[in-house]
Nanobody
Framework: QVQLVESGGGLVQAGGSLRLSCAAS????????MAWFRQAPAKEREFVAA????????SYADSVKRRFTIARDNDKTTVYRQMNSLKAEDTAVYFC??????????????????WGQGAQVTVSS
């Protein structure tokens, strides 16, 4: 069983920065894809970014390209996401998710096996 624990959410002014981390327990991370989705009030959960452990490649939603960065931490079991130039429309609950035995990222919710509890990010304008 894999457990994902997010940390680092909070309140920030528009234009500011936040860093979210997702710590994973388990084994064989070389075959994982870890991703972030977000869900704003009254909206569907949407893909934000993904990190593929085997290739160390990244992918991003168009809405966050050049503002958000996803990367693996040095301990190899934590993926963090640096969010810069935050906008009010980035306000949402952000969820960390993982695909075990995954070799390519996906923007589809059902692709992923495990989910964290979510972290609130609020951007004030």
């Amino acid at each position: 069983q894999v457990q994902l624990v997010e940390s680092g959410g909070g309140l920030v002014q528009a234009g500011g920065s936040l860093r979210l981390s997702c710590a994973a327990s388990g084994r064989a991370f070389s075959s994982y894809v870890m991703a972030w989705f977000r869900q704003a009030p009254a909206k569907e959960r949407e893909f934000v970014a993904a990190f593929t452990f085997s290739s160390r490649s990244t992918s991003y939603a168009d809405s966050v390209k050049r503002r958000f960065t996803i990367a693996r931490d040095n301990d190899k079991t934590t993926v963090y996401r640096q969010m810069n130039s935050l906008k009010a429309e980035d306000t949402a609950v952000y969820f960390c998710t993982a695909k075990q035995n995954g070799w390519n990222p996906s923007m589809t919710l059902t692709y992923y096996n495990y989910w964290g509890q979510g972290a609130q990010v609020t951007v004030s304008s």
